[in-house]
């Protein structure tokens, strides 16, 4: 059985996660967070967004009812609709 966690300590893990994502790519230039176009892989900076997307989505929009934060982000972000090779040109 999954164990609840305290919405706090939620907070703390993705505020966490979004400062080291930060220290991660400080300092990348524009070219080096798109990277080399590979069947295999998304753009970096592309990745990056959809990750933050998929925490709005399922955690803001669906239990929370919230709007969307960014009103192009289903176009840009959501991995469902948006085909690999489109992902390069948004």
Not at 38 to 44: D, E, I
Request: net charge neutral; no cysteine; aromatic share 10%.
């Amino acid at each position: 059985m999954v164990q609840p966690v305290p919405t706090e300590q939620l907070v703390r893990m993705m505020k966490s996660a979004r400062q080291r994502t930060h220290e991660l790519i400080e300092g990348l230039s524009a070219d080096q967070l798109i990277g080399p176009r590979l069947p295999t892989v998304n753009p970096m900076r592309w990745e990056i967004g959809h990750v933050g997307f998929f925490y709005e989505y399922f955690i803001l929009r669906r239990i929370y009812r919230h709007a969307p934060l960014l009103e192009r982000g289903d176009a840009i972000y959501d991995s469902i609709a948006i085909a690999h090779d489109t992902r390069w040109d948004l």
